[in-house]
């Protein structure tokens, strides 16, 4: 079985580039990390490291297993933190992010019940690509993310998504637009409005940017304004600099010179997802009760 100190030394190795220098990383003696490597090499099977006089360096099995490594010490630290924690104290904390529409509709709802229940979030809200990132990272222990009929996000096989809503995409105009009287919009209609320019996220690799593009691919297309905060896009459609996207979720507070129209097209809808490290089949307490927490805050 795995000892984690065979972990620590790996890693230490990795980061230091010798086994001298991780022996002073760790506060251990050099026979010691020297120990817990060769216990590994002989637990795998195979070398970790190739060892020269200029230094070590991690083989392919090293490489592949530092990754595994980080994962495994940092669920370890965060066990120990979240038990000590809670033993202390009796409440456990969890790092949970969002992206900003969900956060402002969601999130107080979200909070409120998991206090009642000894839950304590640390809540960072950013865009999609900074929370696949974190997820990926173990930083967070939890996220509310969003992507859209065909589009996968990039998360690691240890990170599991569980389908929450499905949010629908309205199409935002201004009031005096040519095409502003029309109920609703199928894909000819949306087509028309080839040559009006778009308000669209600042952040790159935007999926509802991407259903755009891909929608008007070889079409006359325009970006005239980037904003990740939807009260400052529909001021820009408002002022008639350009059409958007608006998800349901984000249809609050609608100045009066905007008209939304829905999309009868099902790509023009964002599914939201909640990202955890826990098998959706299998999840911890705490994880149990966020995700009744968050389907509890759904509209």
Known sequence: MLDPRQLQALEAVAAEGSVSRAADRLGWSHPTVDYHLRAL???????MLTRTNRGSTLTAAGTLMLERASRILALSNRALTD???????????????????????????IAHHLRDVGIELDAALE????????????????????????????FRSSVHTIPLLIDPLMLALPIDHPHAARSSFDLPALLSLDHSPWV??????????????????????????????????????????????VPGL????VPTGVVLR??????????ILLATHDDPSHPTPAVRQLIESVRRSLP
């Open 41 to 47: 090499d002989q637990l795998v099977g195979a070398p």
């Open 200 to 245: 669209f996220s600042s952040t790159p690799g935007d999926t509802l940017d991407d259903v755009v593009r891909n929608t008007f691919a070889g079409r006359p297309f325009e970006v005239a304004v980037r904003t990740d905060d939807y009260a400052v896009a529909l001021g820009m459609v408002e002022a008639g600099l350009g059409i958007g996207l």
């Open 127 to 154: 865009e999609i690509a900074p929370l696949v990132s974190r997820m990926n990272q173990h930083t967070l222990d939890a996220a509310l993310v969003y992507t859209a009929r065909g589009y996968d996000l990039p």
């Open 83 to 109: 038990v000590r924690e809670f033993a202390q104290i009796g409440r456990v904390r969890l790092r949970f992010g969002s992206f900003p529409t969900a956060a402002a509709r969601l999130l107080p709802t």
């Open 262 to 271: 829905p999309i009868d097209d099902p790509r023009f809808a964002r599914e």
């Open 250 to 253: 984000a249809a609050v507070n």
